[in-house]
């Protein structure tokens, strides 16, 4: 394999292992908001935060140089997935 090709690749995989360990924390803290709010009887979505945080994170996609619609898919599926947690604490409180 070429020298300069197995670097980016190198790069890649360990990028990739942050994005996957970062998630990890990421789902950790939520998992533990679910908890709280499901004790403290709040809904499982904030559509209000949600949007907050679409339109920052849109922002801040801009000024990364990076597609701030594939930003916005991206964070919708997290969210989902952290609302979908938030309804199984919920239901198991």
């Known amino acids: 394999m070429d020298e300069t090709l197995r670097r980016y690749r190198e790069s890649i995989d360990n990028i990739d292992a942050a994005l996957v360990f970062m998630l990890a924390e990421r789902f950790k803290i939520t998992k533990a908001v679910g908890e709280y709010k499901a004790h403290a009887a709040l ?17 801040l996609a801009e000024d ?9 898919k991206f964070l919708r599926f997290i969210i989902d997935e952290v609302i979908r947690h938030h309804e199984q ?5």
């Open 64 to 72: 990364a140089n990076l597609d701030p619609d594939f930003t916005e």
């Open 43 to 59: 809904p499982p979505a904030d559509p209000d935060r949600e949007g907050r945080q679409i339109a920052r994170l849109r922002r």
């Open 89 to 93: 604490a919920r239901a198991a409180d």
